[in-house]
């Protein structure tokens, strides 16, 4: 299988190339910087094509048109829209607004500008699946605690984004689905976070594998269980 994913130099995203690699698919990585992506390079020498890795800013549409005339040169399997922001996490009376725009162009915008322009190459695909890494932060009924401003709404739009998107494509197969990686340890979740990422993708990817048209516009935890809107 033929896998994309974005925001894939560290964390949950380079834990995704690491398992998909290790069982045998190809993986095309989209990262900020090819450059900066040092936990990257020793698994191209070690896997030859089975990992390519690409420039792609999902906030710039040059950069992403770019990529995708790379991408597109093969057919896609599964898209993972992984790349994300945490935004500034402050009360209401310290919110950004320009932090706040840039963590919407990035959370909601960006897989959604990627998606559209991986289309043709997922439609060429045997499997027509894409997953969404969102948060059950962006959730509007588990949400108890408040603040978060930036991250909470750019990921509840992203929620929204996904919903209309499964059912746009539905009749042509797709499966797409939003995920909750849990909290994990990575730089944005923190020295605190109880979850290995190892463990968060292990999960996520059973989903993925798993899911099919019944599952699409639905919102998983890496375990499995259905979050609420």
């Known amino acids: 299988m033929r896998y994309v994913i974005t925001g894939a130099s560290r964390g949950i995203g380079l834990e995704f190339v690491h398992q998909l690699l290790r069982r045998g698919d190809t993986v095309d990585a989209g990262v900020r910087s090819p450059e900066g992506a040092k936990r990257l390079e020793p698994l191209a020498r070690e896997v030859g094509n089975r990992l390519r890795i690409h420039a792609l800013d999902v906030e710039d549409a040059a950069s992403i048109r770019s990529f995708a005339a790379d991408v597109c040169a093969a ?42 322009a991986l289309l043709p190459a997922l439609r060429r695909g045997a499997a027509r699946k894409v997953a969404h890494v969102s948060s059950r932060m962006g959730s509007v009924a588990d949400n108890t605690e408040g603040g978060a401003y930036a991250y909470r709404m750019s ?19 797709f499966t797409t689905v939003v995920l909750h ?48 809107w």
């Open 75 to 116: 057919p896609v399997d599964v898209l993972i829209n992984n790349a994300g922001v945490p935004g500034l996490w402050c009360a209401l009376t310290d919110v950004d607004y320009v932090d706040m725009a840039r963590t919407f162009a990035v959370n909601a915008l960006g897989p959604l500008r990627v998606t559209s």
């Open 181 to 228: 990686p849990g909290w994990v340890q990575t730089d944005m979740g923190g020295p605190q976070a109880p979850l290995p990422a190892s463990d968060s993708v292990h999960g996520l990817l059973r989903i993925i594998d798993g899911m099919g048209p019944e599952h699409t516009g639905r919102f998983f935890d890496y375990q499995g269980a259905e979050v609420p």
């Open 155 to 173: 990921k509840a739009a992203l929620n929204m984004g996904v919903r209309t998107l499964a059912n746009d494509l539905r009749a042509e197969g």
